[in-house]
């Protein structure tokens, strides 16, 4: 059977500086459960990356993010399954609303600060970009 392989968006939600990280509980697979990612999920047919990304966040975090430019994208291979990853820039007006719905905790850090988690194998090439960018910092 070939591997499958996911269209995914995912949303660097900036707000006063600091970006928000978001850690999945149990899930299918072993090597991304408990993992933080960035909010986000798979394009689904008929949707453009803009649409899926809006509606990807809104409903794991109930915020309303303006989508900004696109930060980084990769091709990664896990056991199961291969995801091309598209991270965008995304800003929060207002995180008063902000409500987890599918992860299990979530962090505000500050750029260089996002090393100290334990992120998904494949958002590793986007948080040493974004750990050595000097244009996110406040
Ligand atoms: N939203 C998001 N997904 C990511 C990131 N990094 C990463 O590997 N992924 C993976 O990309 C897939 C996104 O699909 P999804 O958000 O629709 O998740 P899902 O619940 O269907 O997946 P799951 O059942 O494997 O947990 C997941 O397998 C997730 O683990 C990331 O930074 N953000």
Same mark, same amino acid.
């Given at each position: 059977?070939?591997?499958?392989?996911?269209?995914?968006?995912?949303?660097?939600?900036?707000?006063?500086?600091?970006?928000?990280?978001?850690?999945?509980?149990?899930?299918?697979?072993?090597?991304?459960?408990?993992?933080?990612?960035?909010?986000?999920?798979?394009?689904?047919?008929?949707?453009? *990356?803009?649409? *899926?990304?809006?509606?990807?966040?809104?409903?794991?975090?109930?915020?309303?993010?303006?989508?900004?430019?696109?930060?980084?994208?990769?091709?990664?291979?896990?056991?199961?399954?291969?995801?091309?990853?598209? *991270?965008?820039?995304?800003?929060?007006?207002?995180?008063?609303?902000?409500?987890?719905?599918?992860?299990?905790?979530?962090?505000?850090?500050?750029?260089?600060?996002?090393?100290?988690?334990?992120?998904?194998? *494949?958002?590793?090439?986007?948080?040493?970009?974004?750990?050595?960018?000097?244009?996110?910092?406040?």
């Amino acid at each position: 059977m070939p591997i499958p392989h996911y269209d995914v968006v995912a949303g660097i939600i900036q707000h006063e500086g600091k970006i928000l990280c978001t850690q999945k509980g149990l899930g299918k697979h072993v090597y991304t459960s408990f993992k933080y990612e960035f909010p986000g999920g798979k394009v689904e047919p008929g949707e453009t *990356a803009d649409s *899926a990304l809006y509606r990807e966040i809104k409903e794991e975090t109930r915020l309303e993010v303006q989508i900004g430019n696109r930060y980084h994208v990769l091709l990664h291979d896990y056991p199961d399954f291969r995801i091309t990853l598209t *991270a965008y820039l995304c800003r929060a007006a207002h995180i008063e609303t902000l409500k987890l719905t599918e992860h299990i905790h979530h962090q505000w850090l500050y750029p260089a600060q996002l090393r100290e988690l334990d992120w998904a194998a *494949a958002d590793w090439p986007i948080v040493e970009k974004i750990s050595g960018d000097t244009s996110l910092r406040p």
